[in-house]
T-cell receptor, first 114, second 109 residues
Framework: NAGVTQTPKFQVLKTGQSMTLQCAQD?????MYWYRQDPGMGLRLIYY???????DKGEVPNGYNVSRLNKREFSLRLESAAPSQTSVYFC?????????????FGPGTRLLVL | RKEVEQDPGPFNVPEGATVAFNCTYS??????FFWYRQDCRKEPKLLMS?????NEDGRFTAQLNRASQYISLLIRDSKLSDSATYLC??????????WGAGTKLIIKP
């Protein structure tokens, strides 16, 4: 079991470029999440998907879009990257979306926007 | 006021010592509470859930004080491998966890 995998691990973008961060889980979890982590701040939820076919905004969705491609995969797209989007991005999954379940995280993507 | 607040540290502690840190939360309706551990440049991993009656897992003890709205984590007989950042997590709503910024712990030989 690989758990939660993310690609790429590192990325450097220029302002205005676009990219998609990929996430996949092999634990048959229903719920998936995208977070960003910035120095001195807690993880902040960007988008989540409670189940296949549904997505909802989290705390900081502006500038991002997501796609729940199937039960395993949940991608995050930056259409026009901005320096404020420089961050570490984590994908996570859980069995359900009640808030009491353990979330399992991928290794993260470190993004630098110049 | 932040919804979840933690002392960022670092806490520098000698190996074998006992260390404790707290986390305060603002939403009195919060339903569930957790401690996650994050090693440097790695992903967070669940350390333990925090139950109303308190709970213990080996050298780790977690407590919840609803009246004062804080949770605590106690680590006894600390090991070098306990060096990490400890993240306090609170569930004030059913779908969205609120994460503290973390407390950094450094265990020194």
């Amino acid at each position: 079991n690989a758990g939660v995998t993310q690609t790429p691990k590192f990325q450097v973008l220029k302002t205005g470029q676009s990219m998609t961060l990929q996430c996949a889980q092999d634990m048959n979890h229903n719920s998936m999440y995208w977070y960003r982590q910035d120095p001195g701040m807690g993880l902040r939820l960007i988008y989540y998907s409670a189940s296949e076919g549904t997505t909802d905004k989290g705390e900081v969705p502006n500038g991002y879009n997501v796609s729940r491609l199937n039960k395993r995969e949940f991608s995050l797209r930056l259409e026009s990257a901005a320096p404020s989007q420089t961050s570490v991005y984590f994908c996570a999954s859980s069995e359900a979306q009640g808030g009491g379940e353990t979330q399992y995280f991928g290794p993260g993507t470190r993004l630098l926007v110049l | 006021r932040k919804e979840v607040e933690q002392d960022p540290g670092p806490f520098n502690v000698p190996e074998g010592a006992t260390v404790a840190f707290n986390c305060t939360y603002s939403n009195s309706a919060s339903q569930s509470f957790f401690w996650y551990r994050q090693d440097c440049r790695k992903e967070p991993k669940l350390l333990m859930s925090v139950y109303s009656s308190g709970n213990e897992d080996g050298r780790f003890t977690a407590q919840l004080n609803r009246a004062s709205q804080y949770i605590s984590l106690l680590i006894r007989d600390s090991k070098l491998s306990d060096s990490a950042t400890y993240l306090c997590v609170v569930n004030p709503r059913n779908y969205q966890l609120i994460w503290g910024a973390g407390t950094k712990l450094i265990i020194k030989p």
